[in-house]
């Protein structure tokens, strides 16, 4: 059955937009009657038929709702340096929203090498990839952030930061706790400085490893999440 993303859904009566609409009617071949699914993006997953099979606006007909599909007793959120090649940087939010993430930070620190993203492309990887890994919730994207604003202002008391730096540090998969919620903090290609680092502590992080190999910064942030999730299950 195919799968589609509506944002905002009220009532029984929703409409596709035009190029979900234009996919459903002149790729796919829907007609009346045809029986799909939808999500939007905050937990809601959805049964409906086409009522018009308009190639513009294709009109639905719910005929069944689940609310918090799949709803996790935790939250992930990876805030993590945008890489200079971009496109590891959209493998990282491809893989990581089909595992399962509620919150990404782009962060910008002392040896970022990228300082600018397009947030209206990388909504429709996590977008594209909700669908894919048939998901009901969409990981919140937020604007890229100064690192020193970024962890003074975090809330979270599970909170740590991924370096290469020496010193002694706890794998990360014995740290993470079932149940509750973490924050987790990847740097750029050139690592955290020393200084980030110190000022991280002080504001309640706490030093991870994720291991003895030396990993990219999008295969980093892929780590952490498939270990907060494995932990999880």
Known sequence: MQLFYIPNILGNQVILNETESKHAVRVLRLSEGSQV??????????E???????????????????????????????????????????WFLEKCT???????????????????IKPERLEKILVAAMKQSLKAYLPKLNSITNFNEFISDSEYQNKYIAHC???????????VQKDEDTLILIGPEG??????????????FKEISLGMARLRTETAGIVACHIVNLVNE
Do not use: M, W
């Not at 038929?49 to 799949?70: G, M, N, Y």
């Not at 690592?191 to 309640?204: H, Q, R, S, T, Y």
């Open 37 to 46: 699914q939808l999500i939007d993006g905050k937990g809601g997953f959805y």
């Open 191 to 204: 690592d955290f400085g020393p200084e980030e680092v110190e000022l991280a502590k002080i504001n309640g």
């Open 165 to 175: 730096n020496n010193g002694d540090k706890l794998h990360l998969k014995n740290c």
């Open 98 to 116: 089909e595992i399962g993430i509620n919150e990404i930070t782009p962060l910008l620190s002392e040896h970022s090498e990228r300082k600018v």
């Open 48 to 90: 409906a038929e086409i009522s018009d099979a308009h190639p513009k606006k294709c009109k639905l007909v719910i005929t069944r709702s689940i609310q918090d599909f799949e709803k996790r007793n935790f939250k992930l959120h990876i805030a993590i340096a945008p890489t200079k090649n971009i496109d590891r940087f959209e």
